[in-house]
Every structure is written in structure tokens, then in C-alpha cells.
């Protein structure tokens, strides 16, 4: 019964690539490990923007001094 995990940031995935996140999921645990899609279960988690941190420093701080090649 595999169970799967995505974590992505709260910034607008709309519905449908939610669906498409999930049976994208569920066919490559179906081609790759032979499991049943009836229980395979995907679960997507939005994490607030501020809660998400890249390179030791809040994503937003890291997307500045991206843009600035700093």
C-alpha cells in the first residue's frame, strides 16, 4: 500500500494540477513497482510560502538574491 507525499508551495497549483500530480504518481508506482492504484495513496500538501526555506534562508529571501546574483 504505497503512500505518497508531495510537498509543494502554497502559491496558486490549481485543481487540475493537483489530478494530474496525482495520477501521475499513481501510474508510475503502477508501471514501475506493479501496485495496485486502488491502493496507491497520494497526498499533496500546501505549505505556506514562509514556511518554506532553500540554502538555509526563507524561499523568498533565496529568489531575491537569485534575481540579483547575489
Known amino acids: 500500500?504505497?503512500?505518497v507525499r508531495i510537498q509543494v508551495?502554497?502559491?496558486g497549483v490549481?485543481?487540475?494540477q493537483k489530478a494530474e500530480l496525482?495520477?501521475?504518481a499513481t501510474?508510475?508506482?503502477v508501471d514501475v513497482l506493479n501496485k495496485e492504484p486502488a491502493t496507491t495513496f497520494?497526498?499533496?500538501e500546501e505549505v505556506p510560502l514562509e514556511n518554506w526555506g532553500i540554502a538555509g534562508v526563507p524561499v523568498t529571501?533565496?529568489?531575491a538574491r537569485k534575481?540579483?546574483?547575489t
Open 14 to 16: 490549481s485543481e487540475h
Open 1 to 3: 500500500m504505497p503512500y
Open 42 to 44: 497520494v497526498v499533496i
Open 61 to 63: 529571501e533565496f529568489r
Open 9 to 11: 508551495t502554497d502559491e
Open 27 to 29: 501510474d508510475l508506482l
Open 22 to 24: 496525482i495520477k501521475g
Open 67 to 69: 534575481k540579483t546574483g
